[in-house]
């Protein structure tokens, strides 16, 4: 598909979930692509931890595709990069810090020299193809949070990115009040617009009351070692727990790789350059409790991360009974038991704990009600396309972007196909969309034939037959509740596929289909009456 004299939108992932960004504007024969992210996975595909949108629709027009534009570094935006874009073959564009990130993606996936990676330092417009882009930065949760103004033959798209307002950012400069009205009076034809936070009826709040926040919670854990746990990625946040560290007299530890990587990026970048020094864990042993501060990834609940080793004792860095863990973060839904979990182990070993229920120390980067109205004010768009949501949120920004005046709203959802321009805006066809995992080191169909077999595997169990070429048979179940009935089951399935595999006549004795199914029935059935389950049973004939 190759759009023609008109302006298209349409998002492969992104748009009916929170993840997995992937958006594309089409425009006089020429796709552009918005962000290439990945989504982690949760309970949904056993055995599986990275989740990516179909790009096969895109892949069929790579032709026509001229490059991918990286709005910010957060990993539903950047995440699929090392895995799709030598095959997409086409170059990218990202600010410094972004840039670095994904350049540390390359290195790994060894593309370094492989695929172009354009690193764009100022805000001055540059062209690819018939799109004119510039990148306008927006408070957010990392570094570097970009909306992009997008100017095409038919009008000026704004490209919201992920955002907040935030007048006390502590990292970057936002684009101002009065910057936003001159674009808005300029006139703006389409805002793409994240809703992750439509229902909040609150602004999202200031990274400025999360510092003094922080600040005012050490006196209160005098003589105890405190440790909080934030989203590596979070820069500013990070210069807060620098400048808090500092202000508090504590010295600082910091414990997670992903910490590492993103306080090296930064630096590399202009950022934290007052960051004071680190201290290794063994140094952090010989400092007194009250003079320390660790700063750790992990409040997701992550098992492998280091707040989950801490509170499970198995790190270097030890916390003691009456010592505080802050979570600097939101739970991400889904992650609630995992987090759970720690909170309840740190707990029962006597660990304070703070969330932000307790006190400000964590605001979100994604606009409420009244920063979503006042961008529409300043703006004044003519149509408004939610997108970063699940349909609830996509559906209620459309309801609150209509109720606020703004003439047409499009309610659109992954693969389908939207002119924004010329004529009315709206869906006019759909294109192929969907999901993929990475299982193992394979890429395939999130609901493919090895994932659904897993699930089956996981919930029944398993019995496998092997009958030999001169008619013996064994058995063995995997994953059965039977425990000491485990031997007389095992007797009685040999006996039942024997009796079935004798109950053939004539031809049926020889036909290697039949004498499967009978023998897959027969354990079947025992493994029913044994178990009250319905396993899985592989059957191996041996010989003819
Ligand atoms: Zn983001
Ligand atoms: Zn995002």
Redesign the pocket.
């Known amino acids: 598909m190759k759009p023609g004299k008109e302006l298209l939108f349409c998002a492969l992932g992104g748009s009916g979930e929170i993840g997995m960004n992937v958006n594309l504007y089409g425009c006089d024969g020429k796709w552009l692509m918005v962000d290439l992210g990945m989504t982690f996975s949760g309970n949904e595909y056993p055995g599986v931890d990275l989740v990516f949108a179909d790009l096969d629709f895109i892949e069929e027009n790579k032709k026509d595709l001229l490059g991918v534009v990286l709005t ?1 570094a ?1 990993e ?2 950047i995440g699929a990069v090392p895995y799709f874009i030598e095959d997409l073959g086409v170059p990218m564009w990202a600010t410094p810090f972004t840039a670095r990130l994904v350049n540390d993606k390359l290195e790994e996936a060894g593309l370094i020299g492989e695929v172009e990676l354009n690193v764009v330092h100022d805000l001055e417009p540059f062209q690819i193809g018939p799109f004119t882009i510039s990148y306008l930065p927006l408070a ?3 570094a570097e949070g970009n909306a992009l103004l997008i100017d095409t033959p038919y009008g000026r798209i704004f490209h919201t990115g ?1 955002w907040k307002l935030d007048d006390d950012p502590r990292v970057g400069v936002p684009t101002t009040q009065e910057e936003l009205t001159a674009i808005g009076d300029e006139g703006v034809l389409a805002m793409v617009c994240d809703s992750t936070n439509v229902f909040n009826p609150e602004a999202s709040g200031s990274e400025g009351e999360v510092y003094h926040a922080l600040l005012e919670e050490m006196p209160k854990h005098k003589g105890k070692r405190v440790l909080v746990t934030t989203f590596a990625s979070n820069v500013a946040r990070l210069q807060t727990l620098g400048e808090v560290a500092r202000a508090s007299g504590r010295k600082l530890c910091v414990a997670g790789r992903s910490l590492d990587r993103i306080i090296g990026a930064a630096k590399a970048s202009g950022y934290l350059e007052d960051f004071p020094p680190v201290i290794r864990f063994d140094e952090a042993k010989d400092v007194p409790r009250g003079q320390l501060l660790i700063v750790a990834t992990g409040g997701q609940g992550e098992p492998r991360a280091a707040l989950s080793r801490i509170t499970d004792e198995s790190h270097q860095l030890k916390l003691e009974r009456g010592d505080v863990v802050l979570f600097s973060s939101r739970q991400i839904p889904g992650n609630e038991i995992a987090i759970g979990r720690i909170q309840n182990k740190l707990a029962s070993r006597g660990i304070e704990i703070v969330t932000d229920r307790q006190s400000p120390i964590h605001v979100s ?1 994604h606009p409420g009600r009244p920063e979503l109205e006042a961008l529409y004010g300043w703006l004044r768009p003519e149509i408004l396309i939610p997108v970063h949501g699940e349909m609830r949120h996509m559906a209620e920004q459309a309801r609150l972007g209509a109720a606020y005046g703004i003439p047409k709203t499009v309610f659109q959802g992954n693969g389908d196909l939207v002119r924004i321009a010329p004529g009315k805006p709206g869906k006019f066809g759909e294109v192929r969309h969907g999901r993929l995992v990475l299982d193992g080191d394979i890429i395939s169909a999130a609901n493919g034939d090895a994932i659904t077999m897993r699930r089956r595997l996981a919930i029944n169990g398993m019995v496998t037959v092997a009958i030999g070429a001169k008619g013996a048979v064994e058995v063995a179940g995997l994953g059965l509740p039977l425990d000491e009935d485990y031997d007389r089951f095992v007797a009685e399935a040999r006996a039942d596929v024997t009796k079935a595999l004798g109950k053939l006549n004539g031809p049926a004795q020889r036909d290697r289909a039949l004498r499967i199914e009978a023998a897959r029935l027969a354990a079947r059935r025992a493994a029913t009456r044994w178990s009250g389950k319905k396993p899985q049973v592989q059957v191996i004939l041996l010989g003819d």
């Open positions: 910010h957060h539903d935006h957010h949760s990392i992920d980067g």
